[in-house]
Each structure stands twice: as C-alpha cells, then as structure tokens.
C-alpha cells in the first residue's frame, strides 16, 4: 500500500540518516520533511534515489508556521504516517518561542500535539522521538543532563526559568518526559494507529549541543564520538537505522509502547502516570488552540 509520511527533524544526524533508509528502502514512500532553510528535499532525493520527496517550509518554534505546513501537506497528500524527530535543547530556560512559550517545550512538545491534532486519524503509524534523559539518573544520561522536573504543563510553557545552561538541559529532559506522556494519551486516541516513544539511546555527533558554549561543542564533537566504540553509545547512522525500521517497518510493539533503538522497553517509573498524561493532552489542547 502506498505510504505517505511526514517527518521533522531530517536536515541532520539521525534524521537524516533515518530518511536515507527508509527512502531508499521503500521506493514507493512519499515523504514530506520540514525545512526551515531550503534545499533538504533535493539532498534527500539526490542521496536515496527515491525522487517522491517534498519540502515542506516550517519554524517548528512558531504555531501558525506549524499550521501552516499541516495545512500545505494535507492539500497535497493524505498523510499515513508521522515521525516527529526534531529536537531542541538550548543553554536556558528562558528562551521564548514566536509565540512566547519556553522553546524547548515549544519544540519537542507542542509542535508534536498540534501536528498530530491536525493529521487527524488517517494515521496508521506515529513515531516520536523521545530520550532516556527522562530517567533521570545516572546509567541511562551518564550524569550530562539533570533530572526531569515536572510542574503543571502551563508552567512547563512559560519561559520563566533561570537563563542558564542548567535549566535548559533541565527543561529538555522534562520535555522528553513529556513525549512519553504525550504519546500514552495518542495511543488511546488513535485507536487505529501504532504510536511510540523512540529512543535513540546517547549518539553524540547529532548537532544537539549546538547552542552550547565552544568548550561543550568541542567535547561534543570530537570526544563524546568516541564513546560508539563501547557498548555505552551508538552513532547516528546505527540510531537513524533503528529509527527508520520502527517508522515502516512491521509493528514492533503494542501501541503506546516506549522503544529503545529497535526493542520495546519500559520507560521511567514517573512516565506512567494517567492523570499528568490526561492533564497534559488538555493542556496542549488549549494552549496550540488558534
């Protein structure tokens, strides 16, 4: 059956290589990818071969942008899948997004629901990209990002923390916490549909510490890589793989499940929790409303 997807976070890293893979794999996939800069689309067809893929303008930080590209794909297509893989992590949580929320949950949380609002339930599979950041604990973020601290989701959105590096980290694995969440509550109300968390494990090289200072980047770039000779981490190809398999492939797990590179697992204790999963979906609801 012909497949359409659509998928933010493919300009880079494991996004990139997860669209390579599925693209090349599955010739007859017809794949729209967001593109804050222009030319993503053309490298994609140059690389994979597969010509059916389509550009689609989008600042995920901006809502009406978001709206914008829902509304340019599905005049065009009816979507059957999404990949949410685009992440954000910044050195503060004070940063604001176009429309005044903390960025990083902006980003990896809002963008999310109101895409997944939008595409509605010709969804047959959604797959978000989450991170074992949300444990919070020492084997699974190897003490680089602090522990997720969880609030009432209105106050997740306010830009109100202190502008430090800390609270930005702090802010992006309570976002990643929050993609768990999200996706338990997605998973009842697509009833049709395979909806996951995906975690990619720790891959450095994937332009995530970006916005960090120059000694961070350095250590980012040049000596974190060296952890994918050991059992602790993998590269981007080896996660982009992972990633694309759970995309189109058969169904690995039951809807709402949580998996880890290409294996269902159990996500933290605090991700089961009814009620914020209730509280959250609300919340975002309210908060994308136009």
Do not use: C
């Amino acid at each position: 059956m012909d497949e359409t997807m659509l998928m933010t976070g493919a300009s880079r890293g494991i996004g990139w290589h997860a669209a390579i893979a599925m693209l090349a794999a599955n010739p007859e996939l017809r794949m729209f990818v967001t593109d804050r800069t222009g030319g993503l689309a053309e490298a994609l067809r140059d690389k994979s071969g597969n010509p059916q893929v389509y550009g689609v303008p989008a600042d995920l930080s901006s809502l009406d942008s978001v709206r914008a590209a829902a509304d340019h794909v599905l005049e065009r297509a009816r979507v059957t899948s999404f990949v949410g893989n685009a992440g954000l992590q910044v050195t503060s949580g004070a940063r604001r997004s176009a429309d005044g929320f903390e960025v990083t949950f902006a980003v990896n949380v809002l963008a999310n629901h109101l895409l997944l609002r939008l595409l509605g339930d010709q969804l047959r599979r959604v797959v978000i990209t989450g991170s074992d950041t949300h444990f919070g604990d020492l084997r699974h973020n190897l003490g680089l990002v602090p522990a997720p601290r969880w609030r009432p989701p209105t106050e997740l959105a306010r830009p109100d923390q202190p502008d430090t590096a800390v609270a930005g980290r702090t802010a992006y694995s309570t976002s990643k916490l929050a993609v768990v969440y999200l996706v338990h509550e997605w998973a009842r109300r697509l009833p049709d549909a395979e909806v996951y968390s995906w975690n990619p494990g720790f891959v450095p090289g994937t332009g995530l510490a970006r916005d960090s200072g120059p000694v961070v980047r350095f250590v980012a770039a040049r000596v974190l890589p060296l952890l994918t000779l050991t059992p602790l981490s993998v590269g981007p190809r080896t996660a982009g793989s992972h990633l694309a398999r759970v995309a189109t492939g058969p169904a690995v797990a039951p809807s709402g499940s949580y998996v880890n590179l290409g294996q269902a697992e159990r996500s933290s204790d605090a991700s089961y929790d009814p009620a914020r999963e209730r509280e959250l979906f609300a919340a975002a609801d309210a908060l994308t409303a136009t």
